[in-house]
């Protein structure tokens, strides 16, 4: 850890106010006569959220987007706990005052002091040609490249599920995003050349970097299909708005000044340009990205748009209903709230969609 450049002491620390703050979640859902079964992130399956009547994560966002993703019954309420403030920002979660206070969350739960929140969920749909409906659970396994790509073989190999040409739909939900797009978008490419001196042959080899962009079709709410290239999509919930997505699309507040100035200069703006007007205009388009989780419609963004005379993107971002993409790839994935993944490559066609009966039950409480 040490040569990694990591702080060993400084990791034992982190671990050491996790536990604690775990044991406190449990001894305070003890202490009132709950019974609690605590399992760790390998130990959660379909069988431990069928026995509870609610679930508790204990963690950060990416703990809480675990605990849900096996959670498909829409009134079993999903509660998040930040066990770490300090490190983990918990917009999933309860508010951080309750970290070290949790019976005061249950006392406010008992009381009624709370409001439900039905987060919506994507849900996805896969059909066509060589399609492999079987999901490589990214948090079980860190992989390299070659390893992630054999995954995904391996699993098509052990499931005859793969011969179905769909629609068939996925076993699990989207609360933030769903991502498609090339498994490495820059990669080593070997071209040999070969050479004649003194008229022997020889092949040497040269490796350079390539950039392969994400060749896809796509249709916006039963619209048109239009050939893109890209470096990926992103199609976002109202939960997810605050998430990757926000950050592919916020602006910065240098380049609204530097429009805004561009804008003077041809006399389109004829109000003084000042510091204050400039940080106006960046919140309001940045806040015009967010909306409430509680909406039954999507965001979708194409992250870096290739144009030109063959390819086109008539929309780079926007809400939808209903988004479908239909793969030209080579070595792509669908990646489901950065835990689980689907091989999405050329032939496959995905429909991304939000379905009300999907919602995930959360509590807000009352302050």
């Known amino acids: 850890l040490a040569l990694k450049g990591s702080n060993y002491a400084g990791l034992l620390e982190r671990h050491r106010i ?9 001894d305070s859902l003890r202490n009132e006569r709950i019974e609690v079964r605590l399992v760790k992130r390998r ?13 508790i994560s204990a963690g950060g966002d990416g703990t809480m987007l675990l605990a849900a993703s096996k959670v498909f019954d829409k009134f079993k309420p999903v509660i998040g706990v930040n066990t770490d403030p300090e490190r983990s920002e918990g917009h999933l979660c309860l508010p951080v005052r309750y970290t070290h206070a949790f ?12 409001r439900w929140q039905w987060r919506q969920r994507i849900r996805l749909y896969l059909e066509g040609t060589g399609i492999n409906p079987i999901p490589v659970d990214l948090h079980e ?5 070659e390893q992630y790509s054999r995954a995904h073989i391996n699993e098509r190999f052990q499931d005859q ?9 996925l076993p699990v939900r989207a609360l933030n995003e769903v991502f498609i797009g090339e498994s490495l978008s820059s990669r080593y490419a070997v071209c040999s050349v070969l050479f004649r001196e003194n008229f022997k042959s020889c092949k040497p080899s040269f ?22 290239k890209s470096s990926g ?10 998430a990757w997505s926000y950050n592919i699309n916020k602006v910065a507040h240098q380049a609204v000044e530097e429009i805004l100035k561009i804008a003077k200069k041809h006399g389109s703006l004829n109000m003084p340009l000042n510091t204050e007007l400039v940080q106006k205009v960046t919140n309001d388009y940045n806040e015009s990205l967010l909306y409430s989780p509680e909406e039954p419609k999507m965001f979708f963004s194409i992250r870096e748009p290739i144009v030109n005379r063959v390819f086109s993107s008539s929309r780079q971002r926007g809400f939808s209903s209903k988004v479908c993409v239909r793969s030209r790839c080579w ?26 009966e999907d919602a995930l039950c959360t509590v807000l409480l009352e302050e």
């Open 18 to 26: 996790h536990t604690k703050s775990v044991e406190h979640v449990v």
């Open 43 to 55: 130990e959660y399956n379909e069988e431990t959220v069928r026995w509870a009547d609610a679930v």
């Open 103 to 114: 019976p005061e969350a249950l006392q406010k739960l008992y009381r009624g002091e709370f």
């Open 141 to 145: 396994q860190q992989l390299s490249q």
């Open 161 to 169: 599920r793969s011969d179905v040409s769909g629609p068939h739909l």
């Open 207 to 228: 490796k350079f970097s390539l950039h392969r962009a994400s060749y896809y079709e796509i249709s916006v709410d039963d619209g048109p299909w239009e050939k893109q």
């Open 233 to 242: 999509l992103n199609v976002c919930t109202g939960t997810g708005s605050k």
């Open 331 to 356: 070595d792509a994935c669908m990646v489901v709230d950065g835990g689980t993944s689907f091989e999405f490559n050329d032939g496959a066609i995905a429909s991304i969609m939000i379905d009300t």
